[in-house]
């Protein structure tokens, strides 16, 4: 158990971005006893580490868990300006999250096996992401029709999903398999749903694509060849644009994007792409755009009207609840909200 709560201390502080001195004044210890708590050496006593809980954020049964997830590798898309120190507390809030949904899919005896079709694929050059694209829409029996939840497609396909608020614009998303066995996503909750649509398939190209050292452009650039061909398939955007244009109108780019939930900016891009439009007309759109702020701002607006956000994880705490699995308690722990939530949300039915 010593161990069990060094291991949370050490991690709680790194959630908070907090130094052992800033623990130490808060408990009114000193900084090398805070060392020892960390190091299973010494164990707070049950005032201090309510105190400690406090402070993390969390309730008192974190110190007590047992369930630990190990993240596999994690590469932030934007580590300029993502700091070391807030990747470590993204990287904790994560793990949080996902030893209790673990740990919740375990006591309901839920354990999904996860298959990548595109494994295999070979992938030499950017142009390869258009047949794995039609390989994994075929195998997700989605066809080239448009997909107006994401995220219900990510989890119906064991794929786990994770929306955050409150982390900042620096962070766009994030990919990995935890304990080497279970794929997830993580994604800014914040941004408009066309940017999280493209995020979450982005980061599903991290997961699933196979890039041989001698593939030809970077990793990021075959994720978003992967992310726009999925969204906007090649076969739909000839279908719906034609053939090549000398001009391309706002009402059409305002319904496609209504239609398929891709930016107009990915939808321009993608035009450039299979060669609707010319380099030279995508150079004079964004040039357009740079120096007309009304026209900018219009093109930016975000329209696709089905919301992206996972709720399974909730689903299954209260799934547990009603099945006598776990506690009310614990489910209000789960959920972070108070026991008299969970009895009123119980209750409706």
Same mark, same amino acid.
């Given at each position: 158990?010593?161990?069990?709560?060094?291991?949370?201390?050490?991690?709680?502080?790194?959630?908070? +971005?907090? !130094?052992?001195?800033?623990?130490?004044?808060?408990?009114?210890?000193?900084?090398?006893?805070?060392?020892?708590?960390?190091?299973?050496?010494?164990?707070?006593?049950?005032?201090?580490?309510?105190?400690? #809980?406090?402070?993390?954020?969390?309730?008192?049964?974190?110190?007590?868990?047992?369930?630990?997830?190990?993240?596999?590798?994690?590469?932030?898309?934007?580590?300029?300006?993502? *700091?070391?120190?807030?990747?470590?507390?993204?990287?904790?809030?994560?793990?949080?999250?996902?030893?209790?949904?673990?740990? +919740?899919?375990?006591?309901?005896?839920?354990?999904?096996?996860?298959?990548?079709?595109?494994?295999?694929?070979?992938?030499? *050059?950017?142009?390869?992401?258009?047949?794995?694209?039609?390989?994994?829409?075929?195998?997700?029996?989605?066809?080239?029709?448009?997909?107006?939840?994401?995220?219900?497609?990510?989890?119906?396909?064991?794929?786990?999903?994770?929306?955050?608020?409150?982390?900042?614009?620096?962070?766009?998303?994030?990919?990995?398999?935890?304990?080497?066995?279970?794929?997830?996503?993580?994604?800014?909750? *914040?941004? *408009?749903?066309?940017?999280?649509?493209?995020?979450?398939?982005?980061?599903?190209?991290?997961?699933?694509?196979? +890039?041989?050292?001698?593939?030809?452009?970077?990793?990021?650039?075959?994720?978003?060849?992967?992310? #726009?061909?999925?969204?906007?398939?090649?076969?739909?955007?000839?279908?719906?644009?034609?053939?090549?244009?000398?001009?391309?109108?706002?009402?059409?780019?305002? #319904?496609?994007?209504?239609?398929?939930?891709?930016?107009?900016?990915?939808?321009?891009?993608?035009?450039?792409?299979?060669?609707?439009?010319?380099?030279?007309?995508?150079?004079?759109?964004?040039?357009?755009?740079?120096?007309?702020?009304?026209?900018?701002?219009?093109?930016?607006?975000?329209?696709?009207?089905?919301?992206?956000?996972?709720?399974?994880?909730?689903?299954?705490?209260?799934?547990?609840?009603?099945?006598?699995?776990?506690?009310?308690?614990? #489910? !209000?722990?789960?959920?972070?909200?108070?026991?008299?939530?969970?009895?009123?949300?119980?209750?409706?039915?």
């Amino acid at each position: 158990m010593k161990k069990i709560i060094a291991y949370r201390i050490k991690n709680g502080r790194k959630l908070r +971005l907090l !130094s052992q001195q800033e623990v130490a004044d808060e408990l009114g210890v000193s900084k090398q006893m805070v060392s020892k708590y960390e190091k299973g050496v010494s164990v707070p006593d049950s005032s201090k580490l309510i105190r400690l #809980a406090s402070l993390f954020g969390q309730k008192t049964d974190y110190f007590f868990r047992a369930y630990q997830v190990e993240l596999g590798e994690v590469n932030f898309r934007k580590k300029s300006k993502f *700091s070391r120190k807030h990747q470590d507390a993204l990287k904790e809030r994560i793990k949080i999250k996902l030893e209790n949904y673990l740990w +919740l899919e375990e006591t309901l005896s839920i354990d999904y096996s996860f298959d990548n079709i595109l494994e295999k694929e070979k992938i030499k *050059s950017i142009q390869d992401i258009e047949k794995v694209v039609a390989k994994l829409r075929k195998h997700w029996d989605i066809g080239t029709d448009p997909v107006h939840n994401i995220i219900q497609i990510l989890e119906d396909n064991h794929i786990k999903v994770i929306d955050l608020d409150d982390v900042g614009s620096e962070f766009d998303g994030l990919a990995c398999f935890v304990n080497d066995k279970y794929p997830v996503i993580v994604v800014n909750n *914040s941004f *408009s749903v066309e940017r999280k649509r493209f995020t979450l398939l982005h980061e599903l190209g991290h997961l699933l694509l196979n +890039l041989p050292d001698g593939a030809i452009g970077s990793k990021e650039e075959f994720c978003d060849k992967f992310a #726009a061909e999925f969204l906007l398939p090649k076969k739909i955007i000839i279908q719906e644009f034609g053939g090549k244009r000398k001009h391309i109108t706002l009402p059409e780019l305002i #319904a496609t994007q209504k239609k398929y939930g891709i930016s107009i900016l990915a939808i321009i891009e993608r035009l450039a792409d299979v060669q609707i439009l010319s380099q030279t007309q995508l150079k004079a759109f964004y040039q357009k755009i740079n120096f007309n702020p009304s026209l900018k701002k219009e093109i930016n607006l975000s329209r696709f009207e089905t919301p992206e956000f996972s709720d399974r994880y909730k689903n299954l705490v209260y799934r547990a609840v009603s099945e006598e699995s776990i506690s009310i308690s614990k #489910a !209000s722990s789960l959920l972070n909200i108070n026991v008299n939530t969970v009895r009123e949300n119980l209750n409706m039915l």
